[in-house]
């Protein structure tokens, strides 16, 4: 089942090169039609996009931008396989529409058609090796089927083509994370927080260098990027996470009172609450654990 946050999360577009109408030979009903559909696209009503889109492709069938942005609305209103039919129809009238191939493969990846997404990735490489999109989709994917090393050639790529995509270093560290790479995870995890300007993502790769650092028995740095994520996150799956591990940063320090304190707010989520509970009792019941 396709996660909505998932897919809203591959949905990363750039609207400013294709909303704007270029003076071309294009029919002036194509023309009208498509300018309203981009119009109806910026307030985010997109079902009443689609019908213009439509009209500008029966005006003009050998539209590409049209194709594309009717794609995008259908993709927004979860019509997937529509969605994947125009980004198609929009590469077979342009076949370097990287932004189209790019949409298509997320979209593929987000709906674990891995086979397809990587099929649409590898024709951006072809005439264009050094996109940071097509690489960064392609470590993704990589990553997702744990095949490390091609996961990280590819993250690499991404990055020697743009080293402050913070996507990329926070998948690279993930990465590293998986292989028990903690210091490698730890740079990665630092250059993605350096890198961003989303509060939210901030918080959620603090977290993550957070635990990395506690992995790496840098505890002082730990407890830093840990209280960091706490502080700004907004999400409770990550508060409960911070809380918990913030407890065994201080169980590592000794102490003992300060990891109770944590782990009582961290078992107060569904996810962390046993193994919290089960942290608490080890602090304050050691003998009930002697071997």
Do not use: C
Not at 118 to 133: H, Q, R, T
Not at 135 to 146: A, D, E, M, R, V
């Amino acid at each position: 089942m396709v996660r909505r946050s998932l897919i809203f999360v591959f949905i990363l577009f750039t609207f400013s090169a294709v909303l704007a109408q270029e003076k071309d030979s294009r029919s002036p009903e194509a023309g009208q039609a498509y300018n309203e559909g981009n119009s109806l696209v910026k307030q985010k009503k997109y079902e009443q996009a689609i019908p213009k889109y439509l009209a500008a492709i029966k005006a003009d069938e050998n539209f590409p931008q049209a194709n594309y942005m009717l794609a995008i609305s259908y993709q927004k209103t979860k019509q997937y396989e529509k969605a994947i039919q125009y980004f198609k129809n929009a590469i077979k009238l342009d076949n370097k529409f990287e932004k189209a191939y790019i949409a298509l493969g997320n979209l593929q990846m987000a709906l674990e058609q891995f086979s397809d997404a990587i099929n649409s990735y590898n024709a951006v490489l072809s005439f264009n090796p050094k996109s940071a999109k097509a690489n960064y989709g392609l470590g993704k994917i990589y990553k997702t089927k744990k095949n490390f090393k091609k996961a990280e050639q590819y993250l690499k790529a991404a990055l020697e083509a743009n080293p402050k995509y913070d996507r990329a270093w926070n998948i690279l560290g993930l990465v590293y994370d998986e292989q028990k790479k903690y210091k490698k995870a730890v740079d990665a995890y630092s250059n993605a927080v350096k890198n961003t300007r989303s509060k939210d993502l901030k918080a959620s790769y603090s977290y993550r260098l957070g635990v990395a650092q506690l992995n790496s028995k840098n505890y002082k740095a730990a407890e830093k990027n840990l209280l960091t994520a706490l502080k700004m996150s907004r999400r409770g799956t990550i508060k409960a996470a911070s809380n918990f591990y913030l407890g065994e940063v201080y169980k590592h320090m000794g102490q003992k009172q300060k990891a109770i304190r944590y782990y009582t707010q961290a078992a107060k989520n569904r996810t962390w609450q046993k193994a919290a509970d089960y942290e608490i009792d080890l602090i304050k019941n050691p003998d009930k654990y002697a071997y």
